[in-house]
């Protein structure tokens, strides 16, 4: 659907969700396999999980608020016993935060039970729940996931199986969807025509996976066959693996900030390290930004690969200046900003002894709002640090998405309201430098230039609908709320 992303409470950015299905062979737990798959996939959302799984036909389901390790044991994994299953990790904001909208959906209707589990954002979720209302249709949850379940049940009541249902449902949705189906016998894969969230395909002895990133393959022991293509739809039962190509085919769109932030390190994307990209971010940024510094430093996690490219191509030491305490909670939760001040503070602390008296280049991987701009500065500052220099490894956020990242609207984006100048200034740095937006084909290695850059550009490659609300729950969305957002054109 087609946010606007008003009154986010943070300053990082957040992707919607992460997905891993499974149908096994037999010498597979497809629980057990949902559990790894997810735990790898934490990172792309931690405010609810779920794992739904078919044992004959007959599906049964747990899915709470919270982390994995939080919402499952050996003893609920163990109740979740059958052939195939499929999960979720999600993330959202504000008012989202609730167990209704917790993933897989599992659907009860008159051909029998459907679980889905939806990445993505779709851009004409309101006109077809609009639509659905008027024929009656009662929704639970506020998430357009829901709305792709209605679509798929409602296709399937006029189609002879569940992926001739699949098929139809996808020629009216649009946007982002990397979506795994799980009707009784059957594990469906689809992904947009645009390709804009990622979605790869691997084994495990006979027995196939499906996963927002390749690293989630490697956490359950599967072995990567291939990505899934845009507009694919990948069909797995008791007759083996089969493939449905779109009739018409789009130009490709994947998300270029899985590359600088979304996916974990070690992960694969349509073919291209996650690690390589972003240490080729962090060369590029020190041919466009040199400077004189006796060390080089990344933010933790997402800053520290650009930092070692940048150390590389600069010959400046990369040295580890500030350490993450991986056990605090995101910064965000925080009911006040200057608890969530304090919140980082305890999150990222520098090393003292290592910056003091130092000129340090730091590396992150964006500012989006600015309203905390100045904190890695500072906090470096009083470490003792002589000169800052900050580098950022994407290019500045001047427009919104509508594809499944919660970058705001343009009215609290900083790079919007002010120079490059004016930002150095607020952050308190010696020096600023981000990437250019010209070089995002070169930091892919220059041969990749299928991704969608939209949020830096403005120039969308799916339609935006312009029916957009303020309601700001990730993966979701409030009906009833007034349109505040404009395209790149009613601006």
């Known amino acids: 659907m087609n946010h606007c992303f008003d009154n986010l409470p943070t300053e990082g950015l957040h992707e919607e969700c992460g997905v891993f299905g499974i149908f096994s062979d037999g010498t597979v737990n497809p629980a057990y396999a949902c559990y790894n798959g997810l735990l790898a996939l934490q990172h792309r959302g931690q405010e609810s999980c779920g794992i739904a799984v078919s044992d004959s036909g007959v599906m049964n389901y747990h899915k709470d608020m919270g982390l994995v390790t939080e919402v499952f044991n050996n003893s609920i994994l163990d109740s979740l016993s059958g052939q195939m ?29 459907l679980a889905v589990a939806h990445n993505g954002n779709l851009t ?20 357009d996931s829901e709305v792709i379940c209605y679509v798929i049940a409602r296709e399937r009541l006029n189609s002879g199986s569940a992926e001739k249902a699949v098929v139809e449902a ?14 009784p016998r059957k594990l469906i894969a689809a992904r947009d025509p645009h390709g804009f969230r990622p979605l790869c395909m691997g084994k495990i002895n006979n027995s196939i996976v ?26 797995v039962d008791k007759n083996g693996v089969r493939s449905i190509m779109p009739e018409n085919k789009c130009k490709k769109s994947l998300c270029i900030f899985e590359y600088i932030y979304f996916a974990r390190t070690d992960s694969f994307i ?11 971010a962090g060369r590029i940024l020190a041919c466009e930004f040199p400077v004189e510094a006796d060390m080089v430093i990344g933010v933790p996690e997402s800053g520290i690969d650009a930092a070692i490219g940048y150390s590389e191509e600069s010959g400046i030491p990369y040295e580890k200046g500030i350490v993450k305490n991986g056990y605090i909670g995101r910064t965000f939760i925080k009911p006040s900003q200057s608890e969530r001040m304090n919140a980082v503070k305890i999150k990222l602390n520098p090393i003292a002894d290592m910056i003091k008296g130092k000129r340090v280049v730091v590396i992150d991987d964006s500012i989006v709002r600015g309203t905390t701009v100045d904190r890695i500065t ?7 640090a002589k000169e800052v220099h900050l580098r950022i490894s994407s290019p500045p956020f001047l427009w919104p998405c509508y594809y499944g990242t919660d970058i705001p609207s343009r009215g609290e984006l900083i790079a919007v309201n002010h120079s490059i100048e004016e930002i150095t200034r607020l952050s308190g740095a010696d020096s600023l430098g981000y990437l250019p937006a010209d070089c995002l084909t070169e930091m892919l290695g220059g041969r990749f230039t299928d991704y969608c850059d939209a949020c830096f550009s403005g120039n969308y490659p799916a339609a935006t609908t312009k029916l957009t609300f303020k ?14 957002c404009a395209s790149k054109e009613e601006e």
Not at 272 to 280: A, D, F, L, P, T
């Open 85 to 113: 299953a499929v999960s979720h990790v999600r993330y959202s904001t504000a008012g989202g935060s609730v167990l209704e909208n917790a993933q897989p959906l599992v659907m009860r209707y008159v051909k029998g039970t």
């Open 210 to 235: 499906f996963a927002s990133e390749s690293a989630a393959l490697d956490a359950c022991g599967a072995e990567f066959i291939r990505d899934v293509e845009a507009g694919e739809i990948v069909v």
């Open 270 to 280: 349509d073919g291209i390290s996650v690690y390589e990209s972003r240490k080729q």
């Open 170 to 183: 996808v020629k009216h949705l649009e946007g982002a969807y990397s979506l795994l189906v799980m009707s």
């Open 378 to 384: 500072n906090m470096l500052r009083d470490a003792g």
């Open 124 to 143: 004409n979720a309101v006109e077809i729940r609009k639509e659905l209302e008027q024929r009656g249709a009662i929704f639970q949850t506020t998430i």
């Open 471 to 484: 309601g700001k729950e990730r993966g979701g969305m409030e009906f009833d709320k007034k349109d505040n």
